[in-house]
T-cell receptor, first 113, second 114 residues
Framework: EPEVTQTPSHQVTQMGQEVILRCVPI?????FYWYRQILGQKVEFLVS????????KSEIFDDQFSVERPDGSNFTLKIRSTKLEDSAMYFC???????????FGDGTRLSIL | AQKVTQAQTEISVVEKEDVTLDCVYE???????LFWYKQPPSGELVFLIR??????QNEISGRYSWNFQKSTSSFNFTITASQVVDSAVYFC???????????FGKGTRLHILP
């Protein structure tokens, strides 16, 4: 069964550095999402992306965050200048053209030192 | 506004007991979807079920069953004859048809004791 893949599984970065989290959605999917889960807390929506633009973003998704689909297969989340509070698990998800369920990747655990 | 409430923060039961995880949701939409996800200690989100708001039939899948009641805005999840491998955090979630972001509850941590 096709799946969403995320790399790396764990990223350690110094505070203030830029980080890019990568996702390869399922190949025929058109809608893409990022979610965040701070350790021990609930999963929170960050942003949705369709037709090469942001459809919706949450209050968490401030100017430090950006998303991109650079080459038709990858979907990336960039954090420009990381803060300690950006430490979390980041999940990518995608869904197909019809109203089907979102498929989640296994997540990238981001640790900011 | 959308909201999902899982009042049970943590539950412990002895193996083979049945356990029900509660979920109450709020939405203004008439068309919406409800979900349950399992998050084992390894951290990934495992999709368990999605129901749409027009389908109130209860569902059973092996030892898992779900009870959807629109009258009480609840979507409860029961594990029958629990096993140690069921130990995980379980999230109930909601998305509205008009903007399909998923709103998660805070989760219930389930401990199945041998």
């Amino acid at each position: 069964e096709p799946e969403v893949t995320q790399t790396p599984s764990h990223q350690v970065t110094q505070m203030g550095q830029e980080v890019i989290l990568r996702c390869v959605p399922i190949s025929n999917h058109l809608y893409f999402y990022w979610y965040r889960q701070i350790l021990g807390q609930k999963v929170e929506f960050l942003v949705s992306f369709y037709n090469n633009e942001i459809s919706e973003k949450s209050e968490i998704f401030d100017d430090q965050f950006s998303v991109e689909r650079p080459d038709g297969s990858n979907f990336t989340l960039k954090i420009r200048s990381t803060k300690l509070e950006d430490s979390a698990m980041y999940f990518c998800a995608s869904r197909g053209p019809t109203i089907g369920p979102q498929h989640f990747g296994d997540g990238t655990r981001l640790s900011i030192l | 506004a959308q909201k999902v409430t899982q009042a049970q923060t943590e539950i412990s039961v002895v193996e083979k007991e049945d356990v029900t995880l509660d979920c109450v949701y709020e939405t203004r939409d008439t068309t919406y979807y409800l979900f349950w996800y399992k998050q084992p200690p390894s951290g990934e989100l495992v999709f368990l079920i999605r129901r749409n708001s027009f389908d109130e039939q209860n569902e059973i899948s092996g030892r898992y069953s779900w009870n959807f009641q629109k009258s009480t805005s609840s979507f409860n999840f029961t594990i029958t004859a629990s096993q140690v491998v069921d130990s995980a955090v379980y999230f109930c979630a909601l998305s509205e048809a008009r903007d399909d972001k998923i709103i998660f509850g805070k989760g219930t941590r389930l401990h199945i004791l041998p």
